[in-house]
C-alpha cells in the first residue's frame, strides 16, 4: 500500500459484550495516514459478542461508519481456542500489516495512538518496540489510575514490569524473529514477549497515554483466586530469561500462597500474613537463587518495600 504503514490489530475476545462495542469503536475509529487491519478472534462466545462483531461488519460494509484513516481491512472468525495466546497466534497469523499489536476486548485506545504509531515506526526505522502510557480505568472507562511505565531497562524488566500490553506496538519481523507469543503461558505472555524482544531488539518509551486498560473482577490479573498462579508463571519467567528469581516477585508468589493455605480465620489478620509470606519468601528465594543473589540487594530501598507489601488492588491503583 504504497508508504503507508499497515497496522495489525488483534482482538481476543471471549463473552465481553458489555465491553466489546467500545473497544471496537476505539480502534476503528482512529484517524491518521495509515492502513488498519483489524482481526476480532472470538471464542465461540455464548453471549451477544458475535451479533456485536457483525453489527460492525456491516457498517463498514454498507460505508455507514465514517472511516478516518486510509482504509479498514475488518475480518473476524468465531470458534473454540485454547487460550488467550492460541487466539492470538491464530490472528497474527492473518494478518498483514508490517506493525502488530493486540488491544482486549475490555480495552480501549485512546484518539490518536495509531497515527503516533503510524509516524514513530516510520521515522524510527532501528526501532522494533514502542510503548507509552496507560490509564486505569473502572467498568464505567472512568479514569482511576495511571500505569507506572517507563523508560526501557532491561535488567529493571526482571523485577518490575513497567510496559503496559494495551499501550504496546511491535515490527512484525520482531515478533516472528522471537517466535512470537508462549501458548503455554496463561496469564504473562505479554511479559515473555517484552523480555524476548527486549533482548534482542531496539525499544522505546513515550510519554504519550495510548490506552485505557479497563479493571474489574474478571481481569485476569486482578482477580484473587489467580494471582498464585500468576506470579508463579512470573517466577517461571524471571529463571528463565535471567537466571533469578527477584525477592520482590519470589514475595507475591509466597504471599498469595500462604493466602490459599492459612485458616480463613487467620486471613484477617494482616501482620501475619506478611510475616509468614516473608519467612517463606526468604527460604524459597535461597532455594531458588542457590543463595543470596547480588541484585536483591538493590530491591531493599524503602519504595520498593513499599510495594512489596501492599496489596494488588493498592498497587494498581497507585
Request: net charge neutral; hydrophobic share 40%; glycine share 6%.
Amino acid at each position: 500500500m504504497g508508504n503507508h504503514p499497515v497496522i495489525s490489530i488483534i482482538t481476543p475476545s471471549y463473552n465481553q459484550d458489555s465491553f466489546l462495542p467500545q473497544t471496537i469503536e476505539s480502534i476503528i475509529g482512529q484517524e491518521g495516514d495509515f492502513y488498519l487491519d483489524y482481526i476480532i478472534i472470538d471464542g465461540a462466545s455464548r453471549d451477544s459478542s458475535v451479533t456485536i462483531i457483525k453489527h460492525y461488519a456491516k457498517l463498514l460494509e454498507e460505508k455507514i461508519w465514517d472511516i478516518k484513516c486510509n482504509g479498514i481491512n475488518y475480518r473476524w472468525l468465531s470458534e473454540k481456542d485454547r487460550g488467550q495466546a492460541h487466539a492470538l497466534m491464530k490472528g497474527f497469523s492473518l494478518a498483514e500489516g508490517e506493525i502488530f499489536a493486540w488491544l482486549n476486548s475490555d480495552d480501549l485506545y485512546l484518539p490518536g495512538t495509531l497515527q503516533t504509531t503510524a509516524v514513530f515506526f516510520q521515522e524510527n526505522l532501528s526501532n522494533s518496540f514502542l510503548y507509552g502510557d496507560a490509564h486505569y480505568c473502572d467498568t464505567e472507562g472512568k479514569i482511576v489510575g495511571r500505569y507506572p511505565a517507563e523508560e526501557f531497562d532491561l535488567e529493571k524488566l526482571a523485577y518490575f514490569n513497567f510496559i503496559c500490553q494495551p499501550s504496546t506496538f511491535f515490527r512484525r519481523k520482531a515478533f516472528e524473529d522471537v517466535g512470537g507469543l508462549d501458548e503455554s503461558l496463561h496469564f504473562t505472555l505479554d511479559y515473555d514477549l517484552f523480555i524476548k524482544i527486549g533482548k534482542r531488539f531496539r525499544c522505546c518509551y513515550m510519554p504519550q497515554v495510548f490506552s485505557k486498560y479497563r479493571l474489574h473482577g474478571t481481569s485476569k490479573t486482578v482477580r484473587s483466586d489467580d494471582l498464585l498462579e500468576y506470579h508463579e508463571e512470573i517466577l517461571y519467567l524471571t529463571l528463565k530469561h535471567f537466571n533469578w528469581a527477584p525477592l520482590n516477585q519470589v514475595y507475591g508468589f509466597c504471599y498469595y500462597y500462604c493466602l490459599s493455605r492459612l485458616p480463613v480465620f487467620l486471613k484477617k489478620f494482616r501482620f501475619l500474613m506478611i510475616g509468614s509470606a516473608l519467612f517463606c519468601a526468604i527460604l524459597r528465594s535461597l532455594w531458588l537463587n542457590h543463595g543470596l543473589h547480588r541484585k536483591d540487594l538493590k530491591l531493599l530501598k524503602l519504595t520498593n518495600l513499599r510495594k512489596i507489601f501492599k496489596e494488588r488492588m493498592e498497587i494498581l491503583h497507585g
